[in-house]
């Protein structure tokens, strides 16, 4: 599953749209970003509510692919602008991260 696909997959809202289209093969939920430092695996997707700046710099050390906010969290612009200059897909949701976690696991579980 390539980054394009969650898209459709998890009928996700594209907040940021200049992105590699990368190859998806795993995703870590986390909302404590010393967690996700310490044991997401590395290009995995973020599922998270942390919408500001420093879960941008996280995903960056983890090389994730992108990162997917959840709960229809405001995204700031600092957040945003990040993003775009390290190509990480930015998704937004209004579903919680448990229902995206589990849609996401299903689909790379395939």
Same mark, same amino acid.
């Given at each position: 599953?390539?980054?394009?696909?969650? !898209?459709?997959?998890?009928? #996700?809202?594209?907040?940021?749209? @200049?992105?590699?289209?990368?190859?998806?093969?795993?995703?870590?939920? @986390?909302? #404590? #970003?010393?967690?996700?430092?310490?044991?997401?695996?590395?290009?995995?997707?973020? !599922?998270? !509510?942390?919408?500001?700046?420093?879960?941008?710099?996280?995903?960056?050390?983890?090389?994730?692919?992108?990162?997917?906010?959840?709960?229809?969290?405001?995204?700031?612009?600092? $957040?945003?602008?990040?993003?775009?200059?390290?190509?990480?897909?930015? $998704?937004?949701?209004?579903?919680?991260? $448990?229902?995206?976690?589990?849609? #996401?696991?299903?689909?790379?579980?395939?």
């Amino acid at each position: 599953m390539k980054t394009s696909d969650l !898209i459709k997959l998890l009928n #996700l809202e594209v907040v940021q749209d @200049s992105y590699d289209d990368r190859e998806i093969t795993a995703a870590y939920t @986390s909302d #404590l #970003l010393s967690d996700v430092m310490g044991n997401a695996p590395d290009e995995s997707v973020l !599922i998270t !509510i942390q919408a500001h700046k420093n879960t941008m710099a996280v995903a960056s050390l983890k090389d994730s692919p992108a990162i997917i906010i959840c709960n229809s969290r405001p995204v700031p612009d600092d $957040f945003l602008e990040a993003a775009r200059e390290e190509r990480v897909a930015l $998704f937004r949701t209004a579903e919680n991260q $448990f229902n995206v976690s589990g849609k #996401l696991y299903a689909a790379l579980a395939k």
